[in-house]
């Protein structure tokens, strides 16, 4: 049996977005907010299931189902970002993504062909990020935050190499000031909190003309 077609403007994400708050919702109700069939929202909720989104469900095969989040997230909202980018960091230009293999490499690309100083790739779900050593970087939708950005310096790279330890006592100094304690760097850029990893800084340049083109994922 041939089943009714998703339209292409429904994605996992937009599903994501309508249960973000961890109510619950009627799948018939998803499946009308959408415009697609209830058995598209099943598929949808597998595919968030296989990006590490958890979801729960009531009800049966036989009666109305209905699901929710295991619990709320957070989703990156650019409107708010945008607001809260004033200032100095307005030479920022943010762009949110739901999904991409890596922000380093896409950022990275975008260098090579002349992206502006400042550039900022921001992306929810990542399934191949760059870590030290050819480590693998992934993230979850809500569980963290994952994003590179494009900075320019005039000086050579004999003189940036502390670059990443910086980027790294930089972070840790403001998540501080939100509230992070016991907060410690792990040579050369991991963040620590408890024993555990919080997060990670991995800095790649590039030469571009006569300046020096740093790239930082964090």
């Not at 009800?59 to 929710?68: H, K, M, V």
């Amino acid at each position: 049996m041939l089943l009714p077609p998703i339209p292409a403007s429904v994605n996992p994400f937009t599903l994501l977005r309508l249960l973000a708050d961890g109510q619950v919702w009627p799948e018939q109700d998803l499946a009308l907010q959408l415009g697609c069939p209830v058995t598209a929202i099943r598929l949808l909720g597998d595919a968030l299931l296989q990006m590490g989104v958890v979801l729960t469900s009531t009800g049966s095969e036989s009666n109305p189902r209905a699901i929710r989040l295991e619990r709320p997230i957070d989703l990156i909202d650019r409107a708010e970002l945008e607001h809260r980018l004033v200032g100095p960091v307005r030479e920022f230009q943010v762009e949110v993504l739901d999904e991409c293999g890596s922000t380093n490499a896409l950022l990275g690309e975008r260098a090579r062909s002349g992206a502006a100083h400042g550039s900022v790739i921001v992306c929810e779900h990542q399934t191949a990020g760059k870590g030290r050593r050819g480590n693998a970087w992934a993230s979850a939708p809500g569980c963290s935050l994952t994003f590179s950005l494009l900075w320019q310096f005039s000086r050579p790279s004999s003189e940036l190499q502390g670059l990443s330890l910086a980027v790294a006592v930089a972070c840790a100094k403001a998540l501080e000031r939100h509230g992070a304690h016991r907060l410690r760097l792990k040579w050369p850029n991991d963040l620590i909190i408890e024993e555990r990893k919080l997060g990670g800084i991995l800095v790649e340049s590039l030469l571009r003309d006569a300046g020096e083109i740093g790239r930082a994922h964090v």
